[in-house]
Protein backbone atom coordinates (compact mmCIF):
# COMPACT_ATOMS: atom_id res chain seq x y z
CA UNK A 1 0.00 0.00 0.00
CA UNK A 2 2.59 1.83 0.80
CA UNK A 3 4.37 1.49 -2.56
CA UNK A 4 1.24 2.56 -4.20
CA UNK A 5 0.92 5.93 -2.38
CA UNK A 6 4.34 7.06 -3.19
CA UNK A 7 3.75 6.07 -7.24
CA UNK A 8 2.29 8.56 -9.26
CA UNK A 9 -1.62 7.72 -9.87
CA UNK A 10 -1.64 6.79 -13.54
CA UNK A 11 -4.40 7.81 -15.62
CA UNK A 12 -6.01 4.37 -16.94
CA UNK A 13 -5.88 1.75 -13.97
CA UNK A 14 -3.53 -1.22 -14.01
CA UNK A 15 -6.32 -3.89 -14.75
CA UNK A 16 -6.82 -2.69 -17.82
CA UNK A 17 -3.48 -1.79 -18.75
CA UNK A 18 -2.53 -5.25 -18.08
CA UNK A 19 -5.52 -6.72 -20.22
CA UNK A 20 -4.61 -4.13 -23.14
CA UNK A 21 -0.96 -5.49 -22.89
CA UNK A 22 -2.38 -8.91 -23.14
CA UNK A 23 -4.63 -8.33 -26.24
CA UNK A 24 -1.82 -6.96 -27.87
CA UNK A 25 0.52 -9.46 -27.32
CA UNK A 26 -2.10 -12.23 -28.15
CA UNK A 27 -2.58 -10.00 -31.21
CA UNK A 28 0.80 -9.77 -32.41
CA UNK A 29 1.33 -13.47 -31.86
CA UNK A 30 -1.78 -14.21 -34.04
CA UNK A 31 -0.07 -11.80 -36.98
CA UNK A 32 3.11 -13.53 -36.66
CA UNK A 33 1.21 -16.98 -37.26
CA UNK A 34 -0.28 -15.40 -39.90
CA UNK A 35 2.56 -14.16 -41.61
CA UNK A 36 4.40 -15.79 -44.32
CA UNK A 37 7.44 -17.34 -43.29
CA UNK A 38 9.93 -15.69 -45.94
CA UNK A 39 8.13 -12.68 -45.27
CA UNK A 40 9.32 -12.44 -41.91
CA UNK A 41 12.54 -13.78 -42.71
CA UNK A 42 13.07 -10.97 -45.20
CA UNK A 43 11.87 -8.41 -42.78
CA UNK A 44 14.36 -9.59 -39.76
CA UNK A 45 17.24 -10.06 -42.36
CA UNK A 46 16.62 -6.50 -43.37
CA UNK A 47 16.19 -5.56 -40.06
CA UNK A 48 19.75 -7.18 -39.44
CA UNK A 49 21.25 -5.50 -42.44
CA UNK A 50 19.79 -2.15 -41.21
CA UNK A 51 21.63 -3.19 -37.86
CA UNK A 52 25.10 -4.59 -39.47
CA UNK A 53 25.12 -0.87 -41.53
CA UNK A 54 24.35 0.96 -39.07
CA UNK A 55 27.74 -0.98 -36.99
CA UNK A 56 29.84 -0.61 -39.65
CA UNK A 57 28.93 3.02 -40.54
CA UNK A 58 29.90 3.57 -36.53
CA UNK A 59 32.97 1.68 -36.81
CA UNK A 60 33.77 3.70 -40.11
CA UNK A 61 33.35 6.82 -38.04
CA UNK A 62 35.34 5.17 -34.97
CA UNK A 63 38.01 4.11 -37.38
CA UNK A 64 38.08 7.66 -38.72
CA UNK A 65 38.40 9.62 -35.43
CA UNK A 66 40.86 7.17 -34.34
CA UNK A 67 43.19 8.11 -37.49
CA UNK A 68 42.25 11.87 -37.00
CA UNK A 69 43.06 11.79 -33.66
CA UNK A 70 46.50 9.42 -33.95
CA UNK A 71 47.40 11.95 -37.19
CA UNK A 72 46.71 14.53 -34.80
CA UNK A 73 48.64 12.97 -31.95
CA UNK A 74 51.57 12.81 -34.34
CA UNK A 75 51.93 15.85 -35.51
CA UNK A 76 51.90 17.11 -32.23
CA UNK A 77 54.32 15.23 -30.79
CA UNK A 78 56.51 15.50 -34.23
CA UNK A 79 55.99 19.56 -33.34
CA UNK A 80 56.86 19.06 -29.69
CA UNK A 81 60.18 16.91 -31.05
CA UNK A 82 61.36 19.60 -33.28
CA UNK A 83 60.83 22.37 -30.65
CA UNK A 84 63.00 20.41 -28.13
CA UNK A 85 65.48 19.91 -30.72
CA UNK A 86 65.70 23.57 -31.61
CA UNK A 87 65.34 24.52 -27.85
CA UNK A 88 68.59 21.89 -27.40
CA UNK A 89 70.21 22.91 -30.61
CA UNK A 90 69.78 27.05 -28.65
CA UNK A 91 70.66 25.54 -25.25
CA UNK A 92 74.20 24.12 -26.76
CA UNK A 93 74.75 27.20 -28.89
CA UNK A 94 74.24 29.15 -25.75
CA UNK A 95 76.46 27.17 -23.54
CA UNK A 96 79.03 27.43 -26.18
CA UNK A 97 78.83 31.09 -26.35
CA UNK A 98 79.07 31.16 -22.73
CA UNK A 99 82.35 28.83 -22.28
CA UNK A 100 83.84 31.22 -25.39
CA UNK A 101 82.87 34.74 -23.23
CA UNK A 102 84.17 32.62 -19.96
CA UNK A 103 87.71 31.41 -21.35
CA UNK A 104 87.80 35.13 -22.82
CA UNK A 105 87.12 36.40 -19.80
CA UNK A 106 89.82 33.83 -17.56
CA UNK A 107 92.62 34.71 -20.29
CA UNK A 108 91.87 38.59 -19.66
CA UNK A 109 91.68 38.35 -15.81
CA UNK A 110 95.18 36.19 -16.11
CA UNK A 111 97.08 38.80 -18.42
CA UNK A 112 95.48 41.43 -15.57
CA UNK A 113 96.75 39.51 -12.70
CA UNK A 114 100.18 39.03 -14.53
CA UNK A 115 100.27 42.74 -15.21
CA UNK A 116 99.59 43.48 -11.33
CA UNK A 117 102.07 41.02 -9.82
CA UNK A 118 104.94 42.90 -12.53
CA UNK A 119 103.36 45.94 -11.63
CA UNK A 120 104.23 44.90 -7.56
CA UNK A 121 107.34 44.23 -8.05
CA UNK A 122 108.75 46.51 -10.06
CA UNK A 123 106.74 48.90 -7.57
CA UNK A 124 108.50 46.84 -4.31
CA UNK A 125 111.61 46.89 -5.84
CA UNK A 126 111.31 50.97 -6.43
CA UNK A 127 110.36 51.15 -2.74
CA UNK A 128 113.32 49.12 -1.59
CA UNK A 129 115.86 51.32 -3.84
CA UNK A 130 114.32 54.17 -2.60
CA UNK A 131 114.61 53.39 1.34
CA UNK A 132 118.21 52.46 0.22
CA UNK A 133 118.89 55.83 -1.53
CA UNK A 134 116.75 57.49 1.79
CA UNK A 135 118.99 55.28 4.05
CA UNK A 136 122.56 56.18 2.13
CA UNK A 137 121.41 60.01 1.95
CA UNK A 138 120.41 60.36 5.66
CA UNK A 139 124.06 58.64 6.56
CA UNK A 140 125.73 60.78 4.48
CA UNK A 141 123.88 64.04 5.26
CA UNK A 142 124.28 63.06 9.45
CA UNK A 143 128.25 62.64 8.07
CA UNK A 144 128.29 65.82 6.60
CA UNK A 145 126.05 67.77 9.28
CA UNK A 146 129.12 66.49 11.77
CA UNK A 147 131.45 67.72 9.32
CA UNK A 148 130.17 71.30 8.81
CA UNK A 149 129.26 71.43 12.80
CA UNK A 150 133.19 70.80 12.98
CA UNK A 151 134.10 73.52 10.59
CA UNK A 152 131.78 75.89 12.28
CA UNK A 153 133.25 75.51 15.63
CA UNK A 154 136.54 75.36 14.31
CA UNK A 155 136.13 78.95 12.38
CA UNK A 156 133.76 80.00 15.53
CA UNK A 157 137.21 79.04 17.82
CA UNK A 158 139.12 81.32 14.69
CA UNK A 159 137.19 84.42 15.29
CA UNK A 160 137.46 84.53 18.74
CA UNK A 161 141.01 84.21 18.85
CA UNK A 162 141.36 87.00 16.23
CA UNK A 163 138.39 89.04 18.02
CA UNK A 164 141.28 87.98 21.21
CA UNK A 165 144.02 89.09 19.59
CA UNK A 166 142.46 92.55 17.94
CA UNK A 167 141.35 92.98 21.93
CA UNK A 168 145.39 92.67 23.40
CA UNK A 169 146.90 94.50 20.01
CA UNK A 170 143.98 97.23 21.39
CA UNK A 171 145.01 97.35 24.73
CA UNK A 172 148.78 96.61 24.31
CA UNK A 173 150.46 97.66 21.02
CA UNK A 174 147.71 100.11 20.02
CA UNK A 175 145.09 100.20 17.27
CA UNK A 176 146.32 97.60 13.91
CA UNK A 177 145.28 98.79 10.66
CA UNK A 178 141.91 98.75 10.28
CA UNK A 179 142.18 97.63 6.91
CA UNK A 180 143.86 94.29 8.26
CA UNK A 181 141.34 93.75 11.08
CA UNK A 182 138.35 94.24 8.05
CA UNK A 183 140.10 91.90 5.91
CA UNK A 184 139.94 89.18 8.84
CA UNK A 185 137.14 89.66 10.08
CA UNK A 186 135.52 89.16 6.13
CA UNK A 187 137.70 86.18 5.83
CA UNK A 188 136.05 84.66 8.85
CA UNK A 189 132.50 85.70 8.06
CA UNK A 190 133.47 84.02 4.61
CA UNK A 191 134.27 81.08 6.41
CA UNK A 192 131.01 81.27 8.63
CA UNK A 193 128.70 81.49 5.84
CA UNK A 194 130.34 78.47 3.79
CA UNK A 195 129.89 76.70 6.62
CA UNK A 196 126.18 77.75 6.78
CA UNK A 197 125.68 76.94 3.28
CA UNK A 198 127.02 73.48 3.35
CA UNK A 199 125.15 72.84 6.83
CA UNK A 200 122.19 73.39 4.72
Given at each position: ?23 Y ?54 Q ?36 A ?42 L ?34 A ?6
Amino acid sequence: MLAHTKRPRPGVPTKKLKKYEKEYQTQRVSQLQQEDPIDRYQRENRRLQEASMRLEQENDDLAHELVTSKISLRNHLDQELLNTKQRLVETEEEKRRQGEETGQLKEVFRRELEKAESEIKKTTAIIIEYKQICSQLSSRLEKQQAATKEELDIVRTKLQLVEAKCRIQVLGEGRPPAEELEHQRGVLLNEVQAAKNSWF
